[in-house]
């Protein structure tokens, strides 16, 4: 604490004191945040150091079994925000990288590594934005496709390069082997302090309820951007790394009114319709079979229909439901 405090410029004496510091939260039996609270701004300064990066790194991983890689990465986002020079940012942003491959995203919360992932593509040197891009490619391989939601605020030229870094990887099956570290103390698959998409369950309700006076509208081109809206809005809720249900199915008036549009006249209104329903039933589980009172005559009154697209449709969508709801339910 001494050397950090005095701002030791000697790199071997700082080296030595990483070197002790990193020991101690290898071997002690406890480690306490408070320690790795007051270390973590100075690695992160050291980062930009080549004589001292390979030690900081180290030392950010060995600090992260100590006291949770999520711990790790929220002091390394404070701390280079007070950070200018590339050097550092890029070395911050691998090292951030580097966490989250070795413990894995069920470790972590990806949104906030994301978010300062995708503010790093601001930065003009193109080195740091290389570095952000491959911590895009990263969660990218652990979290899949659903990745590319996130990404569309990004400007054009960035997100062209960032597709083509995806593209790279696109056949690769999202990472579910063991993770390469784990938190020191921690069974094998224990979350600590991380992912927590799984479980989390949000109300739609208001933003849903917005869109619900337009889709009842008279002009068939208001109601498909209802359905437009009301489907980006589900898909944009889905927590980022989750693969089950993350919806309420309470949404006030939302599934009276897609019954009502099952039977649009417009007939590629009605397969939207059918294609959201499928996504309700993912994002609300179990828990939809409430609903399918609503939903579900006049859904199975589509199979006849003349239209071989509807038809298909149906079928698709009532394999969604199928996989969430008693069979009785349909049968």
């Not at 601001?122 to 652990?142: D, H, M, S, T, Y």
């Not at 609503?294 to 009532?318: E, Q, T, W, Y």
């Amino acid at each position: 604490k001494a050397v950090v405090e005095r701002k030791e410029t000697n790199f071997q004496v700082f080296g030595k004191a990483i070197g002790i510091a990193a020991l101690l939260a290898q071997e002690a039996p406890k480690f306490s945040k408070r320690a790795a609270h007051w270390l973590l701004p100075a690695l992160v300064e050291k980062l930009g150091d080549v004589k001292l990066k390979t030690a900081a790194g180290e030392a950010l991983l060995t600090l992260s079994e100590a006291v949770t890689p999520q711990f790790v990465l929220a002091q390394l986002y404070e701390a280079v925000a007070k950070h200018k020079a590339p050097k550092v940012l890029e070395a911050t942003l691998l090292a951030a990288g580097a966490i989250a491959a070795d413990f894995g995203v069920k470790l972590i919360k990806p949104k906030p590594l994301l978010d300062f992932a995708k503010g790093m593509l601001e930065v003009a040197n193109p080195a740091v934005k290389k570095a952000a891009i491959e911590v895009l490619v990263g969660l990218r391989r652990q979290l899949g496709g659903d990745i590319r939601k996130m990404l569309s605020d990004v400007k054009p030229a960035l997100l062209a390069t960032i597709d083509e870094a995806f593209a790279k990887v696109e056949d690769e099956a999202p990472d579910s082997a063991a993770p390469k570290r784990q938190v020191k103390g921690a069974e094998e698959g224990e979350e600590l302090g991380g992912g927590g998409a799984e479980g989390q369950v949000v109300s739609l309700a208001g933003p849903v309820a917005a869109h619900l006076k337009m889709l009842g509208d008279t002009n068939w081109k208001e109601r498909q951007a209802a359905i437009i809206a009301l489907d980006e809005t589900i898909s944009k809720a889905k927590p980022l790394g989750c693969a089950g249900p993350y919806m309420e199915g309470a949404c006030g008036e939302l599934w009276a009114a897609l019954k009502a549009r099952l039977k649009d006249t417009n007939k590629n209104l009605a397969t939207q319709v059918l294609q959201l329903l499928a996504k309700l039933a993912a994002a609300v589980g179990p828990p939809v079979d409430r609903y399918s009172k609503f939903v579900m005559p006049n859904m199975l009154a589509l199979i006849s229909d003349g239209k071989k697209s509807v038809r298909d449709a149906v079928l698709l969508c009532l394999s969604a439901w199928a996989r969430e709801v008693q069979a009785d339910t349909i049968l």
